[in-house]
């Protein structure tokens, strides 16, 4: 492999991928569809029809993705995993003739919280890499609700879940923006003047949205999305936090 494309397909609807996107999957020569276990079919039958409406060629190849050992220290079990998503890689393109590119289609953005550079760079030889941008799950979630992303001349904290449970309320934040939480972690946060905008499964038929103050729309959310991940087996989801004008 001497070529890697990293694209990126936006949160769920084939409608967000780039024509760069498109023509990048059409001149690829193999491309990688993770699978990632019982009831999540429905993300690798997403990257399926991608590839089809782009009249890709290329050879399709699936993989098995690892789980995570959650009794390792979370750094540990990250590198650990990262470094076995890498190893399939690498077993999968072995096991196949590949003539051109090797594409993987990357949920969001290939450089927004999400670890497929880092795990490219575990790749030996390392490959000359490329990466297509595609729409943010920012960029979704704020459409979705109609509202501006920052407001003005204000700054926005871009955060994950483990953070703000762990240290709370980012110093100096005006609006903090959620990816990656799990735990519904606003709930240790006191919700006196906050605002939130939540989105789940964005762009997809089966999107959900929520928003109001804290107060009231964060125990909607965190019974919205317990529903929806026992329905589906998984659910991507992020949400918009911030502090109403005195």
Sequence with gaps: MRDLWLIGIGTGSPDHVTREGLRALSEAGLILVPRKGPGKDDLAELRLRIIEEAGATARVVPFDMPVRDESLPYQTRVARWHDE????WQDAIAGAEVDGPVALLVWGDPGLYDSTLRIAERLSPAPRLRVVP????LQALTSAHAIPFNTVNGAVTVTTGRRLRDHGWPEGAESVVVMLDGECSFQGLAPEGLHLW??????M??????????AEAGPRVVEARAKARAAHGWI?????????AP
């Excluded at 595609?134 to 799950?137: L, Q, S």
């Excluded at 991507?236 to 109403?244: A, G, I, K, Q």
């Design 85 to 88: 998503i890498a190893a399939r």
């Design 134 to 137: 595609g729409v943010t799950a």
């Design 205 to 214: 038929e089966n999107q959900l949205l929520d928003a109001g103050p804290l």
């Design 236 to 244: 991507m989801d992020t949400y918009l936090l911030r502090r109403e």
């Design 198 to 203: 939540w989105g789940a499964y964005l762009g």
